[in-house]
């Protein structure tokens, strides 16, 4: 069973990932993270990004990251770009993780572009992860060092909280993190019982 967790750019879903994470009969697909072990290690991925964003894409032989961002979070349809050449070598990987994971109860499958790169349509079930728009945003420049506009600007290509909730099985308010980790107990509970049923 294939559980997607998604939620907006500080919302906090790598806690919720790494609550999830402390099941024994849970495992847990972070697809940022995995994404980015592949820009660095995959010739196809490589050859791709250097013939769309040229040379300068690598540098060390590793993903010019500051580069390619300065470009995509400006321009929407370059960032549409990246995600087309990105996420089909994502999706590959998953499935053998998938693959090798069978014997678990679930796996969380996390990604913050779960809806935008139709990630949702192989889930069973789906996690979005809310907080207000203001904890999110100090939450953003208190990790990463960054301005509020830049934080504005990265949630401007991401879907509004509203639109991910409404698609949503389940909607984690992670405001405090007691209350969370409480919250991620009970869905746990839930989805263990499911998979009796599938």
């Known amino acids: 069973m294939i559980i997607g967790l998604t939620g907006g750019i500080g919302s906090g879903k790598t806690t919720v990932a790494k609550f999830f994470s402390e099941f024994d009969n849970v495992v847990v697909y972070i697809a940022d993270l995995e994404a980015k072990k592949l820009m660095n290690s995959s010739v196809i991925i490589k050859d791709k990004l250097i013939k769309e964003f040229g040379e ?9 990251r500051k580069y390619i961002s300065e470009i995509v979070f400006n321009d929407k349809q370059k960032l ?8 089909p070598e994502v999706k590959k990987h998953f499935q053998d993780f998938v693959e090798l994971n069978a014997h678990k109860a679930y796996i969380i499958y996390e990604n913050a572009i779960l809806f935008e790169s139709k990630s949702n349509l192989f889930c069973d079930f789906i996690i979005t992860v809310y907080a207000d728009v203001k904890t999110k945003i100090e ?30 099985n389940y ?13 991620v107990n009970k ?11 599938i």
């Open 187 to 197: 869905i746990h509970n839930i989805l263990t019982e499911k998979t009796y049923f």
């Open 56 to 64: 300068v894409s690598f540098v060390n032989q590793k993903i010019n």
């Open 139 to 168: 939450r953003v420049i208190l990790r990463d060092s960054s301005t509020k506009e830049d934080v504005k600007s990265r949630m401007n290509n991401q879907w509004n909280d509203f639109k991910k909730i409404v698609q949503s």
């Open 171 to 183: 909607i984690i308010y992670n405001e405090n993190l007691d209350e969370t980790k409480n919250q």
């Open 80 to 87: 549409s770009v990246l995600n087309a050449i990105v996420h």
